[in-house]
């Protein structure tokens, strides 16, 4: 058997696997994040920590330890902790979402020349607020004490890992921004920033066992491998190992990603480099499940019944228009300052009416991450593989294949980081040759969600509004002159 974890934006997720892929057993629990300032958002490390470890526990309820013959790990990503030597967190995790490092951001990027750019990545990728170097630019101007107490900046995936194994890696693919095409750290990025250098883990590939792990209070030992972002445990989770496929993962934030096999590139577009084969092309947004948490508090409803309540209103009635930017906005526009809103409300507007708009805002954010990222793999998928937590609903899964207008064939598992975990873990110990072997045997579709050509008009034009939307309100954006502190 295999243990697959998951660190993500929200909750611990594990599944316990047999080699063929089959899940025998789950877990899963949702941790606090904290939002304390505008811009701030953080969570306690050692909350992961013990998850993880209740994880285990629960996993092994009913289950010989001995048959458990190794752990694979992948996380949220551009979350990072500021760790002093003996490896104990000197101030909560920042997480992706927070953007109190976009001056730092903004003047790192600066200081960069477009063509070191396209030396370093192959592309022009820009430094966000969520860039590690900018926050600890940030940290180290406003919290001068800590920052000379920090021994390493770690990625939440490498924190599990150094308390679990004793040793902190990461991979090159997680350390994507501040590592080259060569997977190695680009020394002349990193030198920019004072103090920067040496605070990194070292890096090795995901398949690589970083080393041995304790089965909870069983006393048994097995491999942990190095894993990855949670993106590419996603993305192997949902069947990709081949170019031309494409991912489409549904979490806090939306994730669609393209594999080719050459190096194109387009504004707003995060290429990786290339490993296994593929040139992975990826578009994140700011926020999906993330806005469904936010006007679900606002509502004071669950937010898992929020599908249940837009089932109730018309997709045939003239849409109220939402943009999801409630903490700016990732692929493809990058951009920490702009805003969410909805817009086109009348009196009859109620819970179904903004549920709705709330499900086809995400997707519409999709769809602008979608057009992007084909202009930078050079090709249309025939298809998108779908998973995560927000696959579950059948209603917001039809009105993604609606609005991208193009097939979703979702996961029988939709948990697929963790899959995409166990997956590493499977070829990290020998039971699969490689990923192109372990993926398409460990992976299977349950259900087909074609786009209803009916549909077509209606996501058109709101498409058409939602960008003309951006551009009318981005000087909203610009009002606040505060910074969090």
Known sequence: MLIGLDIGSTSVKAALFDMNGAVLDHWSRPYPTERPAAGMVEQDPQYW??????????????????NIRAVGLCSQVNTDVFVNRAGKPLAPAITWQDIRAGAEAAALDALIDPSEKRAWWGAELPIGASHVLAKMMWFAKNH??????????????????????????????SSFGQVGLDHRYIEALIDRVPG???????????TEIAGDMALGSSGRKVPVVTGTMDAWGNLFGCGVFRPGQGMYVSGTSEILALAGSERIGAPGIVTFATIEGLVVNAGPTQSGADSLRWWAATARVEPTAV???????????????FLPHLEGERAPLWDSEIRGA??????????????????????????????????????????????GGGARSDLWSQIRADCLGMPLHRFAFTDVGCLGAAILAAVGIGAFQSIADAVPAMTSVERVFEPDPLRAARYDAMFDAYLRAIDALRP???????RPQ
């Open 476 to 482: 909203i954006g610009l009002i606040r002159t505060d």
């Open 196 to 206: 920067a250098a040496g605070k990194l883990p070292p890096l090795r590939h995901f």
């Open 144 to 173: 001068p004490d800590l920052w000379a107490r920090t021994h390493q900046v770690l990625s939440a995936r490498d924190f599990c890992l150094l308390h679990l194994t004793g040793q902190a890696v990461s991979d090159p693919i």
């Open 49 to 66: 920590l013990d998850g993880i470890r209740d994880a285990i526990d629960a996993l092994l309820v009913g289950c010989n330890p001995a």
């Open 307 to 321: 599908p249940a309540l837009a089932g109730h209103a018309s997709r045939n009635d003239r849409p109220i228009l």
């Open 342 to 387: 909805f817009i086109g409300l009348d009196s009859r507007a109620a819970g179904p009416e903004f549920a709705l708009a709330l499900l086809e805002g995400v997707a519409l954010a999709a769809r602008h991450s979608m057009g992007s990222l084909i202009d930078a793999a050079g090709f249309t998928p025939e298809h998108m593989l779908y998973g």
